[in-house]
Structures are given as structure tokens and as C-alpha cells.
């Protein structure tokens, strides 16, 4: 019996990991058992449940229930609750997926007991070590046995940190698979109703990373680097839970609440922000997936940073970094009402069928390669 632990814990890793465990399913083995553990990372309703109902993923056989703290905190919580889990479960192979906290701490919880770790997702860099995410790449990539990922240049990065070839597979984006099937269920999100949500006359704005939302000064920045865009079109804005306490604390509630055509939501599930992003002029934001879902999407996509670990998304998609620089931004928006913007095209392997391959590389590859150990 191959048992393996499939970790996840932030919203992120639920769109990951839908596709990665029907691919398991339908492999339809007997000698295999897989276990879903969420670490409680995410624990809102709107950044986790939502996201299970949506996706059509099951009820996690554990949950850690470690919750938020500081990176160091949280990242020891993981770390500590995942390597009592492992110690009881025994698994032969912990399947982690994107960057997050919980992707590092439990990879280091597993290659510390010297079980096998896959990470999903692997090889992106954006060269920005203040970024949380780039160190959590950069630890778990090195402790993973099996490192998937999306693109060859991805493969490349992990070759010239000395990664070796054995261990890289080029399988494609998981995340497109969980986009392609679910595109046509897409559904206006309930409780918009007010909204203006006229196909093509809008734009969605996402925000979450530290950099742009900790401090006053720099949350104050990106509201006044939309402003072009707010003058052209009205924008959606489903709030993380982290923007909306930062904007408060900044005391800048107030003046959020005040620009007319920013409307803004609790957080929305995976169909609605997905028919949102579809139906959208534009998106602006500081996610890594979303650059890679309007890639596939053909919607132009204005990161509201100044690196990205997806520069394929810049160089065959519809991704532009304009940074919190509002000349930029207003360049970007005459770009697309011009209708000057590339259309992009899909890169290789985003067609929906990673996660066959990523399972058939588990199940057939590289059990074969235990079962000879
Ligand atoms: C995490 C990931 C980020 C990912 C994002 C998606 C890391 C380092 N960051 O960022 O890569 O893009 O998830 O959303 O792992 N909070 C709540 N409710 C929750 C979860 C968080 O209110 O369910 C608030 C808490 O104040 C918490 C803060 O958000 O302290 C940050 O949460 P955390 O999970 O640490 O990081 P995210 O910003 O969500």
C-alpha cells in the first residue's frame, strides 16, 4: 500500500490540490491511500469552505488547526502539528503544493523524518527574497524527492541551483486544470446584485501581499495609482481579510468606502471571483495565480508589483507589471481601451491535464523506482 499525505492550507492550495486528488481517484488503485490534511492556515469560511464546496474537494481527513500568527509562529505551529501527524500516519510520500507557510513547514516536517516530499509548483523565482513565498520556494524546492513543474523554464531555475535532473517533471499548471473545468460553471457571485457588473465595462482588483497592505504609506499609494482606472470603469474589490483589517488600521476605511466606484466584497468563492476575472475588462492585482489565470482567461492582467515568479505569463500571456506606479497603470488602461493589448497565447501543457501527470509520474515512475529500493 502507497499511502500519501496531500497537504494544504491556504486558498491558493485548494485550487492545486482539487484536480491533484480526482486524478488519484480515478486512477482507481487499490494499493494506494490518500490522505487530505488541511493545516488550518486558512480558517474564514470565505478563504477555505467556500473554496471546498466550489471545488467539489472532500472533507479533510485532518486538520491541524494551527491558524495565524507571524511567519515564524505560524510556520512552527505547521511544522511541529505536521511532524506528530506524520510520526502517527506513516505516510510514504507528503504532496505539497504552491509557496505557502504551510507548503515549507511541512515539507521540512517530512524530509526531517526522511519521508519522500513532491512539491507542486516548483522552480518559480522571482528574485525578491522579501517576499515570503520566494524563501518558502527556494527551502521546499530543495527538500523535495519530486519537484512538478509548470513551465521548462521553471525546470531550468531548479537545474541551476543544482537540483537534479531526475528529480524535476515538467507536468504543466495544475491550477488551469481546476479553471478549465470549472470555466463554464462559473457563476455571477451572489450578493452583487447592486453591482455594475456589465460584461467587459469593469475591472476586478485584488490585493493581499504584505508589501502593499502593512504599511499606511504604501496601501495609500495603490489607492491613488487606480485612480485612473476608477475614472474609466467602475472596480470590484473582494477583500482579503488581511487588506481589510491593514486598510482599518490605517485609518483608511474611510477613504475606501468614499471612492464611489469601488465596490468592495467580503471575499468570494472559487466560481464567483472566476466568473468575475472572466466577464472583466481588466484585472489588477498582486497575485501570483491570477497572472496565470488571465493568461488562459485572454483577459489583461496588470500586477500591482515590480517582479513576478510567472514571467511567462509576461512573455506568451496578457500579464504586465506596472508596480504601484500610477503612470504605468495609466498607460496599461489606454493600452487596453485601445485595444492594444496582446491577446497571449497558452503556454505548453496549461490544458488541463496536469494532474494526470503528475499522478501517473507518482503511481507509475516513481513507485517503481521504490518498489526497487
Ligand atoms: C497567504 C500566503 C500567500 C497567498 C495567500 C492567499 C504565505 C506566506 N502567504 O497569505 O502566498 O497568496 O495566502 O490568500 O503563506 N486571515 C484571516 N482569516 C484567515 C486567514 C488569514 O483573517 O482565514 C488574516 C489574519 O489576520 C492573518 C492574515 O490574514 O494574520 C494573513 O494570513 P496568512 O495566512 O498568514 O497569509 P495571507 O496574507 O493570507
Redesign the pocket.
Known sequence: MLRICCVVG???NFVKIAPILRAFEQACRPDIAVKLVHTG????PG??DLFFTDLEIRSPDLHLGVG??T?GE?TARVLSAAERMFLTERPDLVLVVG????TLASALAAAKLLIPVAHVEAGLRSRDRTM??EL?RIVTDNLSDLCFTHCLEASENLLREGVEPERIWFVGNVMIDSLLRYRSNARRPEGLDGLPLTERAYAVLTL?RPSNVDQREDALTVLRAIEPVLAEMPIVFPM???SR?KFEQHGLGGMISGLGRLHLTDPLGYLGFLYLMDHARLVMTD??GIQEETTVLGVPCLTLRTSTERPITIRQGTNRLVGLDRDAIAVALDDVLADRWPRGQIPSLWDGQTAGRIASVILDDWASTLESR
Open positions: 491556504a486558498r491558493p492556515q486558512h480558517y474564514d478563504l477555505s495565524s500568527g511567519h505560524q509557496d505557502v507557510n504551510s515570503p513565498e518558502n493581499h482579503h481579510p488581511r483589517t497575485s501570483g
